[in-house]
């Protein structure tokens, strides 16, 4: 797993709800996690949902 994305992402979220319940916090951390991943969808229109998947494996760091 990439530690410091997901390090980072925790962290923002964390920032973004600070009070929140765990519940309100979660979903922001969930939200984040999917923000991510589309990103790479936006930025690789033409890919396929394998080379998607690929990308999205290795930029979270994701072992199978």
């Known amino acids: 797993m990439n530690e410091q994305l997901i390090g980072d992402l925790f962290a923002e979220a964390t920032r973004r709800m600070t009070g929140s319940s765990s519940r309100e916090f979660s979903e922001k951390f969930a939200q984040l996690i999917v923000a991510e991943m589309l ?4 930025e690789h229109p033409g ?6 998947s690929e990308h999205i494996k290795q ?6």
């Open 39 to 42: 990103k790479t969808c936006e």
């Open 47 to 52: 890919w396929t949902g394998r080379m998607i």
């Open 59 to 64: 930029h979270f760091g994701v072992e199978e």
